[in-house]
């Protein structure tokens, strides 16, 4: 008889995580089926640097400075302070 009393008590007990477990994916399910989708700006056009002073301005503000930098710009080629940085060509 007491392992069929032990068997019903363990038997809540386990009951309590199962449905707060349930309850907690329903409730992430709900927040990934009811979220909205990302968006971004349309594209405007290519990347096309102005050159100023010999340094490209890369972000439109007319001034080639240290905001102006492209991180593999042509393959592993970057820009930095608005300069083509060559090491990456070789001998």
């Known amino acids: ?19 707060l477990s349930v309850l907690f994916l329903l409730g992430f399910f709900a ?3 009811l979220a909205a ?7 405007t056009g290519g990347f096309s640097p102005t050159i100023v002073s010999g340094e490209a301005d890369l972000n439109g503000d007319g001034v080639a400075s240290g905001r102006d930098d492209a991180n ?19 001998p």
């Open 72 to 90: 593999a710009f042509y393959g592993s080629t970057h820009i930095i302070d608005g300069m083509l940085d060559c090491d990456a060509w070789g």
């Open 31 to 33: 927040l990934v089926v």
């Open 1 to 19: 008889m007491a392992a069929i009393r032990l068997t019903v008590l363990m038997g809540t007990v386990g009951r309590r995580p199962a449905v």
């Open 37 to 43: 989708p990302a968006t971004a700006a349309p594209l």
